[in-house]
Nanobody
Framework: QVPLVESGGGLVQAGGSLRLSCAPSRYTLRTYTMAWFRQAPGKEREFVVGISWNGESTSYADSVKGRFTISRGNAKNTVTLQMNSLRPEDTAVYYC?????????????????WGQGTQVTVSS
């Protein structure tokens, strides 16, 4: 497991943008496939987007396609989620997750490292 720290959440109006970042508190993410999940109150944790360890493959939930973009830093040691055209239904706690050198998957049980989460609130 690798300790993860998310940053960048906050409050934004509908139609606005936020950028979330995920970085390890130690070790490196270079060999980890990464993903963002989110969980709204009273709902199950859901997959948002994932990126392979080498950055060559991505997968997006249908609800965020065309609005969210995941990327890895030049050293592949940070992962960024750019969220545009935010909607009130995007309101949730967003979690960064990692799994070692495997393909992108939307199953949260395939990930063994998680951050503490960062709150994203979109007002209407």
């Amino acid at each position: 497991q690798v300790p993860l720290v998310e940053s960048g959440g906050g409050l934004v109006q509908a139609g606005g943008s936020l950028r979330l970042s995920c970085a390890p508190s130690r070790y490196t993410l270079r060999t980890y496939t990464m993903a963002w999940f989110r969980q709204a109150p009273g709902k199950e944790r859901e997959f948002v987007v994932g990126i392979s360890w080498n950055g060559e493959s991505t997968s997006y939930a249908d609800s965020v396609k065309g609005r969210f973009t995941i990327s890895r830093g030049n050293a592949k040691n940070t992962v960024t989620l750019q969220m545009n055209s935010l909607r009130p239904e995007d309101t949730a706690v967003y979690y960064c997750a990692a799994r070692l050198m495997s393909g992108v998957t939307s199953n949260p049980f395939d990930f063994d490292s998680w951050g503490q989460g960062t709150q994203v609130t979109v007002s209407s």
